[in-house]
DNA sequence: CTTTTTCTGTTGCAAAAACAACAAATTATG
DNA sequence: CATAATTTGTTGTTTTTGCAACAGAAAAAG
């Protein structure tokens, strides 16, 4: 699948062009929005980056999905049960475009640019999110820790053409991300390195097999 | 989110209309399709249910994704790395249409119906795709196995608007489907019992709190 | 209708993961 | 730049989950 969605272009062309569609600038810590339901909310994340992180009874925090430049999220993606906070947080600072997903099949009158050029890339814009999320779900249906902490790694190799890269979460977040805990991915960690998988500085990350 | 696609009508429209589309027919158990990478195939269930399954190297078997009427899947939707086998397999005789993605926005000459209908209702199909993979990520990252049994026995509840439901796999796919061990499962399913949170005969199950 | 296969239900035991608690290092902040 | 707050790294202990193996029930196949 290739995304050539432009995103640069897509701005310059909906500003002041369609009312109903805001742009929002957010702070690093800030929470961009709060999932609620019914409301649609559609989001495009189109500079910095943030996470959907859920709240639950038990005072577990899990990051659902973690959101890069030109990602889409709000609630027309999500059931909303209620039953669990969910929050988008920048992660640094961002720059969020709002929309109510409704109105996208409402016309605008003067047929503006932006419903224009959404309506065309939106299967593309949901697509990579799909693919995301399954990416996602192979990473979450792995059995051992030993085996999530691989399978993420080789799709950060894969993605960024090395065997070498940089973590874009804090550990502490990594854990929230594959659902798992700190201590003992912690361990897991020291293990593979010990076993000869993978060499680690900090947040750098190195394949050291296949 | 409201998804209104009639599918009925749909098919209507698209039959010999386009000679890119194919529909097929499948008995129960056999293999609808196999995913191969950058075939790009896109696939919508028009009749039966099916389970996307994947086998990986230690023989672990995931029910990735379980397909009900109008879901939509194929290779568009998935990174496949060829790491791990992915199957759709029919768990009941199954009616689905085959297309290729890219395909999609090369216009049709005679500009046909399916293309058009197609194009329409894109973003629908694919949406309710992602909320229910977004439904599988919160089960996935619950903790404990009573959490994940109770979650999907919830969001069952919801579906069937009851507390009463019967559940739409066998417990061994279950299982599969929950990514945890069936016996484990099976020992929780008996405490979930005595501790008064369900009932159950067979594949019937009763919510009993809240 | 009989046989074979698959599925359900159980259990003891082993392995893995979570919990808890703390020191050291690093990063933010007044 | 000094102090507070957060993150990293570590380890002993408890709890949960997975594994293996088997008997009985149910379903599919001949």
Known sequence: MNVN??????????????????KKTFAKNEVITSYIEKRNQFC??????????????????????????NDVFGEVFYMVTTNNELLVEAREK?????YIYDDIHTKC???????QVLSEDLPELILSKVTNLNMRIELLTKRSIRDKLLGYF??????????????PFSLTDLADFLSIDRSAMMRELKL??????IEKNGNRITLLYK
Chains 1, 2 share one sequence.
């Not at 943030?50 to 899990?62: E, F, I, K, Q, S």
């Not at 593979?192 to 998988?197: A, C, I, N, T």
């Open 109 to 115: 009158k003067n047929s503006c640019k932006f419903h």
């Open 44 to 69: 495009i994340l189109i500079e910095g980056n943030a996470d959907l992180v859920r709240y639950d009874l038990n005072g577990n925090r899990t990051i659902v999905e973690h959101f890069l430049k």
């Open 192 to 197: 593979l390195r010990e076993d000869g998988f």
């Open 94 to 98: 961002c720059e969020v475009l709002f």
């Open 5 to 22: 969605f432009d995103i640069e272009n897509f701005i310059k062309n909906f500003e002041n062009s369609c009312h109903r569609v805001q």
């Open 154 to 167: 080789t799709m950060l190799s894969t993605r960024n053409l090395s065997k070498t890269f940089l973590l």
